[in-house]
T-cell receptor, first 112, second 110 residues
């Protein structure tokens, strides 16, 4: 069993929809949680960074962490075609980049 | 513009050949990383370096080698000992925790 599980998709939604992307994990020591967005044939870029449990909002994006359920989510409101990408979750115990564990990524397609 | 430059973007290699992927950053970051990305798998750490002239193996270092002679540069050599080298390779750097990635190099072994 992988330490971090993420549905690969693809997930197809119409423009304007609310998107929910999720990861589950097995290691209760994870404290730092990240979401990266990766466009096709490009490197990932950091979208959201949260520590421990709770919610964090940034524009149309909300990251949610539920440590009791070992479950993290990324919500995208008013989705746009430019949101079409692969979304990777990543997490670590210490916050140092060398100890990150990545999910496999969920491919999202937002259609007109 | 500050960032990470990887070259080449695409590379073809015959079996048995070594190949070196270049990674240069002008973000003044101390730490640099090499990841491998395969379909259906998360990013896997190959090597990382937190300071010049020092580097550590990641989770899948076998068949790879690196050097860190300058702060700005962290080249990765894929040797003939790497059994399955066809993949997308990503270089990254970090200052205070956030990883900044390059655009990747796609290596295909013929």
């Amino acid at each position: 069993q992988k330490e971090v599980e993420q549905d690969p998709g693809p997930l197809s939604v119409p423009e304007g929809a609310i998107v929910s992307l999720n990861c589950t994990y097995s290691n209760s020591a994870f404290q730092y949680f990240m979401w990266y967005r990766q466009y096709s044939r490009k490197g990932p870029e950091l979208l959201m960074y949260t520590y421990s449990s709770g919610n964090k909002e940034d524009g149309r994006f909300t990251a949610q962490v539920d440590k009791s359920s070992k479950y993290i989510s990324l919500f995208i409101r008013d989705s746009q075609p430019s949101d079409s990408a692969t979304y990777l979750c990543a997490m670590s115990k210490t916050g140092t980049a060398s100890k990150l564990t990545f999910g496999t990524g969920t491919r999202l397609q937002v259609t007109l | 513009d500050g960032g990470i430059t990887q070259s080449p973007k695409y590379l073809f290699r015959k079996e048995g050949q070594n190949v070196t992927l270049s990674c240069e950053q002008n973000l003044n970051h101390d730490a640099m990383y090499w990841y491998r990305q395969d379909p259906g798998q998360g990013l896997r750490l190959i090597y990382y370096s937190q300071i010049v002239n020092d580097f550590q193996k990641g989770d899948i270092a076998e068949g790879y080698s690196v050097s860190r002679e300058k702060k700005e540069s962290f080249p990765l050599t894929v040797t003939s000992a790497q059994k399955n080298p066809t993949a997308f390779y990503l270089c990254a750097s970090a200052g205070t925790g956030e990883l900044f990635f390059g655009e990747g190099s796609r290596l295909t072994v013929l």
